[in-house]
């Protein structure tokens, strides 16, 4: 089946603007995460969905970032007024629901901040 | 101390050789462990999990746990130019992944 898809792949923006990135996870994974990784930071949790709610949003760095996903598939992160420090790569992973289980990664979306 | 720290590399090793990685986590209430692979500008593939203590063989590909010691390893075996790539280590306690700086392995024919 198809994996987990983001859109866009790459995003080029000005500081101060706000920005969408879009998730579709792969069918049947009811538990949604996004991850940031950035040159020298590795990569860090931002925010994990089971169906529509969040129950973890720990890793959201700022009040400028939030998410929401809707009808239990996709997500959508938004950041607003970015930040040349946002410039990162944002991905987005699902599983099935049960404690631990193995994270299936999409292919990213490359955001700058000029 | 971070949560999950990975020996630091780079790795060079032979064509045809083992490529022995190795990761240590802070956190004894973990549960799962995985090893992920990611090719350079490309996002994290998982290639091995791990939940018992003991061995796990998939292929080429072995990973190790020891619990009691808060240790995995991962072995490639007949490594392939094909295996270099970054090594991502990433422990599971809850629900969130908590990932180690990686370890970049270079494969020389």
């Known amino acids: 089946g198809a994996g987990v898809s983001q859109s866009p792949s790459n995003k080029v923006t000005e500081k101060g603007k706000d920005v969408e990135l879009r998730c579709d996870p792969i069918s049947g994974h009811t538990a949604l995460y996004w991850y940031r990784q950035s040159l020298g930071q590795g990569l860090e949790f931002l925010i994990y969905f089971q169906g529509n709610s969040a129950p973890d949003k720990s890793g959201l760095p700022s009040d400028r970032f939030s998410a929401e996903r809707t009808g239990g598939s996709v997500s959508t992160l938004t950041i607003q007024r970015t930040q040349q420090e946002d410039s990162a790569v944002y991905l987005c992973?699902?599983?099935?629901?049960?404690?631990?289980?193995?994270?299936?990664f999409g292919p990213g979306t490359r955001l700058t901040v000029l | 101390q971070k949560e999950v720290e990975q020996n630091s590399g780079p790795l060079s090793v032979p064509e045809g050789a083992i490529a022995s990685l190795n990761c240590t986590y802070s956190d004894r209430g973990s549960q799962s462990f995985f090893w992920y692979r990611q090719y350079s500008g490309k996002s994290p593939e998982l290639i091995m999990f791990i939940y018992s203590n003991g061995d796990k063989e998939d292929g080429r590909f072995t990973a190790q746990l020891n619990k009691a010691s808060q240790y995995v390893s991962l072995l490639i075996r007949d490594s392939q130019p094909s295996d270099s790539a970054t090594y991502l280590c990433a422990v599971n306690g809850d629900y969130k992944l908590s990932f180690g700086a990686g370890t970049t392995v270079t494969v020389r024919a």
């Open positions: 992973a699902s599983s099935f629901p049960d404690r631990g289980r193995e994270q299936f």
